[in-house]
């Protein structure tokens, strides 16, 4: 049997899957195709850039994502290391320097003495054991490779990405720092907006002019409902916005002593505070569209918009129909998949599948049975969602409490209920190890 493990993909997953390996005793060829070929996305060549937004999500105990964080930090990750050493002010939320972070990762990957990272693009399903963790974009090349190796036709959604804008040009006398129900330190721009100020952006949001899709993305376009477009939420009725990425709760607005009707969050993208993403604020708008619309925003009149918003291909497989909790693909010994082409959701649930895939990569080379993790595990959850899911609906799926099966004896209290559930699941996590 071979000793080396074959990672396609360079990405979160990938990378994470790659040092996962390598940590085991088995040498790694880890393939990233950048900058050789680079992806609509992309912008570097380094490993683990983050695409979208910089948040990886809730760093809280009690909620979802801060469980998955904290059960990937007990399992040695690689990923969610580089993460800390290199996060920015974002309240209850663990957000990164992106560029700090990518850095990070390529170098500590890069330096690993069992990894060979090859600057190529695979067109191929790779012979041997093998981790596919090619992500949302997958070349066109490779993904005819799974498809073909699979025989199953690819689902496809599209994924939409936030603009950034300059922090200078942000109008301080309008908008104010604060964190919703004083989380963190006031780590958030906040533009708050009176009823008559949304309704008139929601007005020239549904009405601008986006950007179109082509041929069969038109028929076959199907979105995520966790990264929804902001113009395509905002079409689904007056007050979908209000209700969700610019739900004023937990807010006050230092002008009037009052909660806003809604407000528009910004988000610390870089540690020098220079660069802010817009929450939520996902679009496929055209780009003086983004301009002429979001500068009806409280605050951002005069917005400098460092990076516009834009929308991309997403690829994912029929994973209930495919693959093991394992993350091992069904039809070949050997062979795992790993990060959203898997139908995980968000950056910390593809790092976690890499973990998955990783590990189970190396105990097959080293002639050991793979390792599923409990189900009472965020991570084993979301491993199960994605392997037992009903294929005929299959959507990607984010982390949270739903998937884990429930207590016994039940806990009535949310707040209770979530906190249980990650006492119970970081318990198992120990006792999973402790028995390895």
């Known amino acids: 049997m071979s000793a080396v493990v074959t990672v396609v993909g360079g990405g979160l997953a990938g990378s994470e899957a790659a040092w996962q390996a390598a940590e085991r005793g088995v040498g790694v060829i880890l393939y990233e195709m950048r900058p050789r070929k680079m992806t609509p996305a992309h912008v570097s060549d380094r490993l ?52 700090l972070f990518a850095a990070e990762v390529t170098r500590r990957i890069e330096a690993h003495p069992r ?31 799974v498809a073909a190796l699979t025989g199953q036709e690819h689902l496809y959604f599209y994924d939409a990405l936030a603009p950034i804008v300059a922090a200078d040009a942000i109008d301080m006398s309008v908008a104010f720092r604060a964190s919703r129900y004083g989380r963190g330190d006031a780590d958030y721009i906040n533009c708050p907006m009176v009823e008559e100020e949304y309704e008139r952006f929601v007005e020239a949001l549904v009405a601008a002019e986006r950007i179109p899709l082509h041929g069969f993305e038109r028929e076959d376009a199907r979105f995520f409902e966790g990264c929804l477009p902001v113009e395509v939420l905002a079409a689904r009725g007056r007050d979908a916005l209000a209700f969700g990425p610019l739900r004023p709760v937990g807010l006050t607005d230092p002008r009037t002593g009052k909660r806003p009707y809604a407000v528009v969050q910004l988000r610390q993208d870089n540690l020098a505070g220079t660069l802010y993403n817009m929450v939520g604020f996902q679009t496929n708008l055209r780009y003086g569209e983004q301009e002429r619309v979001f500068r009806l925003i409280p605050g951002l009149e005069r917005a400098e918009f460092v990076r516009y918003g834009q929308m991309h291909r997403n690829t994912f497989i029929n994973a209930p129909l495919l693959l093991d ?104 996590l120990k006792t999973m190890n402790n028995e390895q």
């Open 48 to 99: 683990a850039e983050l695409v979208c937004s910089n948040s990886l999500g809730s760093d809280l105990p009690d909620r979802a994502a801060g469980l998955l964080k904290a059960e990937l930090r007990y399992l040695g990750s690689l990923v969610l290391a580089c993460a800390d050493g290199t996060r920015v002010p974002a309240g209850g939320a663990l957000a990164v320097d992106r560029e």
């Open 325 to 428: 909790p394992t993350m091992g693909f069904r039809g070949r010994l050997g062979l795992f998949f790993a990060g959203q082409i898997t139908g995980v959701e968000g950056y910390v649930g593809s790092v976690g599948s890499g973990w998955v895939a990783g590990v189970n990569a190396a105990r097959f080379v080293l002639g050991q049975q793979p390792l599923a993790l409990p189900r009472t595990t965020m991570l084993g959850a979301l491993c199960h969602y994605v392997s037992h899911a009903e294929p005929e609906a299959f959507q990607p799926m984010k982390a949270n409490f739903g998937l884990l099966p429930p207590l016994s004896p039940p806990v009535r209290n949310k707040r209770k209920r979530y906190r249980a559930y990650a006492a119970r699941a970081l318990a198992d």
């Open 115 to 145: 990894i060979r990272v090859v600057r190529e693009e695979v067109t191929a399903i790779p012979e041997g054991p093998a981790v596919i963790a090619t992500g949302p974009l997958t070349s066109d090349a490779l993904a005819g490779g």
